[in-house]
């Protein structure tokens, strides 16, 4: 199953917006798309999951494996606007302790 990811920039953010589920089945595919982006050279980029229905393991290990490679080149890996059951799978696996998360784009914009 493909995965639709919206880009937006702003400022010089780029802005990802992956659409309904995050899966084994996508987290390959969206792998391959957030790090053309960093190979592309990108160093602030904002995960905006507004319009995200279910994240499993496979699309969170792609978070850790962007975010490590941001930290690495000085850049920074941001999440924001998480509904309530996203934002409960990351405070109980511990993410939310590992990648910054804000409320809306606004806050996350402002952290970069």
């Given at each position: 199953m493909?995965i639709?990811?919206?880009?937006?920039?702003?400022?010089?953010?780029?802005?990802?917006?992956?659409?309904?589920?995050l899966?084994?089945?996508?987290?390959?595919?969206f792998?391959?798309i957030?790090l053309?982006?960093?190979n592309?050279?990108?160093?602030?980029?904002?995960?905006?999951?507004t319009?995200?229905?279910?994240?499993?393991?496979?699309?969170m290990?792609?978070?850790?494996?962007a975010a490590?490679?941001?930290?690495?080149?000085?850049?920074?890996?941001?999440?924001?606007?998480?509904?309530?059951?996203?934002?409960?799978?990351?405070?109980?696996?511990?993410?939310d302790?590992?990648?910054?998360?804000?409320?809306d784009?606004?806050?996350a914009?402002?952290?970069?």
């Amino acid at each position: 199953m493909e995965i639709e990811v919206r880009e937006e920039r702003e400022g010089g953010v780029m802005i990802l917006l992956p659409v309904g589920r995050l899966d084994s089945t996508n987290a390959r595919e969206f792998e391959d798309i957030v790090l053309d982006h960093l190979n592309a050279g990108e160093k602030r980029l904002v995960l905006d999951f507004t319009h995200l229905t279910f994240i499993s393991s496979s699309g969170m290990r792609v978070l850790l494996i962007a975010a490590k490679r941001l930290r690495a080149t000085a850049g920074k890996l941001v999440l924001c606007s998480q509904s309530e059951s996203i934002r409960e799978i990351f405070a109980i696996s511990g993410f939310d302790r590992i990648i910054s998360i804000y409320k809306d784009r606004a806050g996350a914009l402002a952290a970069l």
